[in-house]
């Protein structure tokens, strides 16, 4: 920081709507705040605890769930804070830096996660009987510290880049969490180099990771036609159908938000809600009510809970 750099605090504004409806939304986003945190939870003890969960697959959705519950955790309550407060939520400095470094951190390492998820899932139903050498547990290791590493670097170039701006007032971000665009246009000097590299490096990785991720499967389509048995193709379908519908939530409006010319605030607010808070609530909806494995656990897990409570 230079300086000119005279704002200490920023205030979130929150969500655009109208004041009557402050404890109507606060109540529904607690309540699916709630539930992500829970379920998350839930699955990563799921998998942790039952030995036939310990597979490349669940490897990887316990990493998906850990992040989940995290990146709901960056914004959600700071979203809950602005409907409680008229005047808004304010934050220090550092506080706005550290939750713009943690959310880009969480959402890239996601972004980075689904596409190796992606892989795997092509790796399983096209190479089944190469599968179990390919993804060692010292390869999927490998392929999840990687996507945390990249993650954090990514996060780091672009906060980085963000607080070297000089901040002279106002002081208002027209969000409910603290992102580069809404923060950029507080200011005062010009942004025109930081939003190039929002774009490529923002925009760009997404889309670029959402490409690789419709050829995996593009090519585990091809791989499922060539299953001979009906059950076989619908098993095959199935193990992808959650994945895909996870995907498409979270990609979809990150896309429209960091791809898109120009910005409108309110819009994106509200399609930034898709990815923040119903993202990180389907991935345990989607997994366990699509899953007969994970379903089969959770009745497992309940069992052994009851039985220990009747001794």
């Known amino acids: 920081m230079t300086n000119m750099s005279l704002v200490t605090t920023f205030i979130l504004t929150g969500l655009p709507h109208s004041p009557e409806l402050d404890t109507l939304l606060f109540g529904i986003f ?3 705040y709630a539930l992500t945190v ?4 839930l699955i990563l003890l799921v998998i942790t605890v039952d030995p036939h969960l310990h597979t490349p697959m669940y490897y990887f959705l316990s990493n998906l769930s850990f992040i989940d519950m995290w990146f709901s955790t960056v914004t959600v309550p700071k979203m809950l804070m602005t409907l409680v407060s008229p005047e808004g939520s304010p934050i220090s400095f550092p506080g706005c830096v550290a939750q713009l470094y943690s959310f880009h951190f969480l959402g890239s390492t996601e972004c980075f996660l689904y596409t190796v998820m ?10 089944p009987l190469r599968y179990a050498s390919v993804m060692s547990g010292r390869t999927c290791a490998l392929l999840a510290t990687t996507t945390w590493l990249s993650g954090s670097l990514h996060s780091a170039v672009q906060t980085t880049l963000t607080f070297h701006l000089p901040f002279c007032g106002p002081n208002q971000i027209q ?4 992102d580069a665009p809404p923060i950029l246009k507080l200011t005062c000097a010009d942004t025109s180099a930081n939003e190039v590299v929002i774009f490529v490096n923002i925009g760009v990785v997404a889309l670029g990771c959402f490409f690789l991720i419709v050829l995996s499967y593009i090519s585990i389509i091809h791989s499922i036609l060539k299953i001979h048995t009906s059950e076989g193709r619908w098993r095959a379908f199935q193990t992808c159908a959650s994945h895909c519908t996870v995907v498409l939530c979270f990609f979809g409006p990150g896309v429209f938000i960091y791809l898109r010319p120009g ?3 309110a819009m994106d607010r509200i399609v930034a809600v898709f990815y ?4 990180p609530l389907l991935n345990p909806a989607v997994y366990t009510l699509r899953n007969k494995e994970v379903k089969k656990a959770l009745l497992t897990l309940k069992d052994k809970v009851a039985y220990s409570q009747s001794k």
């Open 118 to 127: 992606s892989y795997d899932r092509f790796l399983a139903i096209s190479y």
């Open 263 to 265: 910005s409108k605030e």
């Open 38 to 41: 829970v379920g998350n939870l």
């Open 276 to 279: 923040t808070v119903m993202t």
């Open 175 to 178: 969000h409910y969490f603290y």
């Open 30 to 32: 607690l309540v699916i």
